[in-house]
């Protein structure tokens, strides 16, 4: 029997469950998948599911906000990719040893390619993009970018928290999230990192009120719960191509299945389980 989990805070709109749930069948497997709701101080929470995962009890573990960072300092090891992202979205154990994984950056780059593909006229030559955010989402992201060859301009609230993960990268700038309305012409490619628009805030945009999008450029909003944000429903009005992030969701979680169980679920049947 084999006993998988999410940890985060709030997670009442996940659909990790139902994914996971896919996986194990699709793979003819006998397991659970379990919802772990620790408040983001609940340090001695953490680590009680932390100690499930060492002892064996629980043979994998996906971490969401607002916890992929900090549970960086509870961990034994971190794979090259997670420990050069800062973030972490999947654990496991080995030996006794917790093991911290990053699974965001290669699914978002999975699916991104997967939406730029689908767009006839593709996109352009200049591979420059603005990320909307700079948390744990932001870093996997960031990561994905520079490393598929793309020049990033990070913006947020708190210009400090830009500049720290803009340091982290080569190619990378910060700005202030109220300087995007005077920059936006500059990108083919914006993606909300941020928790913005997701339900039950649906009435909002992490987009300044006063931007207005390009006719040529690309919207990709991580936020996958409502189906249609704010920020992709808006971009779509004006006739953009735009998605939410809930391939990425399906990409992230097969990815940490392979990790966990050695079997590789099939993408169509993952997709079918959340959207019928």
């Known amino acids: 029997m084999i006993h998988l989990g ?22 003819g497997l006998d397991g659970d998948y379990s919802l772990f709701p620790i408040e983001p101080d609940d340090v001695r929470g953490l680590k009680k599911i932390l100690a499930r995962v060492r002892t064996g009890e629980l043979q994998g573990l996906n971490v969401t906000i607002p916890h992929k ?9 971190l794979t090259p990719e997670a420990g050069t992202i800062g973030a972490v979205n999947t654990i496991y154990a080995q030996e006794g040893r917790l093991t911290g994984d990053n699974t965001d950056a290669p699914g978002f780059l999975t699916d991104l390619d997967r939406f730029l593909g689908r767009i006839p006229s593709g996109i352009k030559e200049q591979k420059s993009a603005l990320v909307l955010g700079a948390g744990g989402s932001a870093r996997a992201v960031v990561y994905a ?14 210009i400090d928290q830009a500049k720290a993960l803009a340091s ?8 202030e999230l109220n300087h995007v309305s005077l ?4 990108y083919c490619l ?24 390009p006719s040529e450029i690309f919207v990709y909003d991580l936020v996958y719960n409502p189906r249609e944000t704010k920020l992709v429903r808006d971009a779509r009005l004006r006739g953009l191509h735009a998605v939410t992030g809930l391939g990425m969701l399906i990409e992230q979680a097969a990815l940490a299945f392979e990790i966990w169980t050695g079997y590789h679920p099939p993408r169509d049947i993952l997709f079918q389980s959340i959207d019928p």
Request: aromatic share 4%; hydrophobic share 45%.
């Open 6 to 27: 999410l940890v985060g805070y709030p997670l009442d709109h996940s659909l990790s469950p139902i994914i996971h749930s896919a996986a194990l069948k699709a793979c």
């Open 69 to 77: 960072q900090q549970v960086i300092q509870l961990l034994d090891e």
């Open 145 to 158: 970018l520079i490393n598929n060859g793309w020049e990033v301009t990070i913006a947020a609230r708190r």
């Open 168 to 175: 982290l990268f080569n190619h990378a700038e910060a700005i």
């Open 183 to 186: 920059r936006v012409f500059q």
């Open 190 to 213: 914006i993606i909300n990192t941020t928790p913005v628009g997701m339900a039950p805030n649906m009435d909002q945009s992490p987009l300044p009120e006063e931007t207005s999008l």
